[in-house]
C-alpha cells in the first residue's frame, strides 16, 4: 500500500496514512467521508418514510396481526384482507373520478 498524506482542512496538519486527523481528530478521508454522508443521507431518507405514517386502520390491523390469540389473528387477517380490497377500490373510485372531472 502506498502512503496517503491528507491536509486536515481545520488545522492544516498533514497526516500521513490516516482517516481521521491526528490533532483534532477530524475526518479527512475524502472517501470515507463521502460514505459517510451517502449513509447519513439514506438513513434519513429511512426515518423519513417511517415517519410517514399509514392508515389508522392499516396500523391497527399491523398491530393485531400479531395477537397472541389465533382465532383472533384470523378474524383479523379476514377484515384486514376485506379492508385491503375496500381501499384498492376506494384509490380506483377516486382514481375515476378524477378522470372523468378533469
Ligand atoms: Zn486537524
Given at each position: 500500500m502506498s502512503d496517503v498524506y491528507r491536509k486536515c482542512p481545520t488545522c492544516g496538519l498533514i497526516n500521513l496514512n490516516r482517516?481521521?486527523?491526528k490533532h483534532c481528530g477530524v475526518l479527512?478521508?475524502?472517501n470515507l467521508r463521502r460514505q459517510k454522508e451517502r449513509a447519513q443521507r439514506l438513513n434519513?431518507?429511512?426515518t423519513a418514510a417511517a415517519a410517514k405514517k399509514p392508515h389508522k386502520i392499516t396500523l391497527f390491523f399491523e398491530k393485531a396481526k400479531t395477537h397472541s390469540n389465533p382465532i383472533i389473528r384470523f378474524i383479523v387477517l379476514l377484515f384486514y384482507s376485506i379492508w385491503v380490497v375496500v381501499v384498492a377500490?376506494?384509490?380506483f373510485?377516486?382514481?375515476i373520478i378524477g378522470y372523468i372531472t378533469a
Open positions: 482517516d481521521y486527523c479527512i478521508n475524502t434519513k431518507k429511512k377500490i376506494a384509490s373510485l377516486a382514481l
